[in-house]
């Protein structure tokens, strides 16, 4: 290894906060209202304007992802078994259980690491009900091969697009697709409103469903229409989910500057492969995942503790897989055999620090560790 300087610590990501300061004048008006949830000024001006920047019709505010996951299928009165993937963050399964759900796990694209459309139909059964995806690291599924299957079949789409914030094939937003998608704005994500997330619903009717099992099922004081939750979104959320959205293109073009780095320094690099980028896409590089092949000297678990001991914090993201927790491996889905992709993968998998402020020198370090081939 050369003697580029060892930097701090460095974890996989870092929020985007903006200046301080820049947040105080929301807070006062906030303070002036004194209005803190329940559809406040702000919170109607964050659903808006994200209308605008993503290009979508419909979207409502979270208090976070999962809560917007689990509200999604009760929206759409999802009920049985539901087809998704083992290679996605837990939350994404677990929503299907808290509904009393069947998840039933197919398994991935090993290009894409989406759900694999070639695989849905044979795990189709009486009692599926709906497909739900993840566009996993922000790369879109195979929506129109889904959605013909979806609508053979009689089934629903939701996609979990809690990586996918901004991402647009050609000019389409990837969120324009399915019955719902479902955003995450957790404090990790390319988008943060410090806990949030969103459901974009395609129509004015089903938002409005959205919003009453949001609000307890709330219409007006009197009116109860749902066994709705409590999912809303708070103004000081919302209000930091403005400030959010004037920084978010320079945040974006500075994501892309550190995945094209990562990509020209380990591309000398025997063993290790990159995620390809899809044609015609408009990524938001939310993760840099890299693959740690048989040819290369050390194992996946080797580099991750390599990296470990070096102040450098990845992420083996997704390891273990969903179907490898107990309350899903019992599932007939869930065998080894099942998913010898999603199985692969996973155990090659490290996704490398990216985030905006990540210093060109410590992206640099990085992939001269990977480099070396000493351990």
Not at 35 to 45: D, E, M, R, S, V
Not at 161 to 167: I, R, S, T
Not at 209 to 231: C, Q, S
Not at 249 to 269: N, T
Request: include cysteine.
């Amino acid at each position: 290894m050369n003697s580029l300087t060892k930097p701090p610590q460095i974890y996989v990501t870092q929020p985007l906060l903006p200046p301080l300061a820049e947040f105080m004048p929301y807070l006062e008006r906030i303070w002036g209202n004194k209005i803190l949830t329940n559809g406040g000024p702000f919170h109607k001006q964050l659903e808006q304007a994200l209308c605008e920047y993503l290009g979508i019709k419909h979207i409502s505010l979270f208090t976070n992802g999962t809560l917007a996951l689990i509200t999604a299928l009760q929206v759409l009165r999802i009920t049985g078994e539901v087809i998704t993937t083992p290679y996605s963050f837990v939350a994404t399964a677990h929503s299907l259980l808290w509904n009393g759900i069947k998840p039933v796990f197919v398994d991935i694209d090993p290009v894409t690491l989406n759900l694999d459309p070639a695989k849905i139909e044979a795990a189709i059964t009486p009692q599926t009900t709906a497909i739900m995806p993840v566009h996993c690291y922000g790369n879109p599924c195979d929506v129109e091969r889904i959605q013909n299957i979806a609508d053979i079949y009689g089934l629903k789409v939701i996609y979990d697009a809690a990586h996918a914030f901004g991402v647009k094939s050609g000019d389409q937003s990837t969120l324009n697709h399915g019955d719902l998608s479902v955003l995450s704005f957790h404090a990790t994500k390319v988008f943060n409103t410090f806990e949030g997330g969103a459901i974009v619903s395609q129509d004015a009717k089903t938002k409005q469903r959205v919003d009453h099992l949001k609000n307890f099922g709330f219409v007006d004081e009197v009116t109860v229409v749902a066994p709705g939750i409590n999912g809303k979104m708070s103004e000081i959320n919302a209000a930091f989910g403005m400030l959010q959205l004037q920084g978010i293109d320079l945040a974006l073009q500075q994501r892309r500057a550190i995945d094209l780095r990562y990509r020209d320094g380990l591309a000398r690099v025997p063993g290790i492969s990159c995620l390809p980028l899809m044609e015609n896409l408009q990524p938001n590089h939310a993760y840099f995942p890299i693959f740690v092949q048989n040819d290369f000297p050390l194992s996946r678990d080797a580099l991750y503790l390599k990296l470990k001991n070096h102040d450098v914090y990845a992420r083996r993201y997704f390891y273990p897989l969903i179907t490898d927790f107990p309350m899903y491996r019992g599932l007939p889905s869930a065998a080894h055999e099942n998913l010898p992709v999603a199985r692969k993968i996973s155990g090659q998998v490290i996704c490398l620090p990216i985030y905006p402020g990540l210093a060109e020198e410590h992206v640099d370090f990085i992939v001269e560790l990977i480099a070396d081939e000493r351990g």
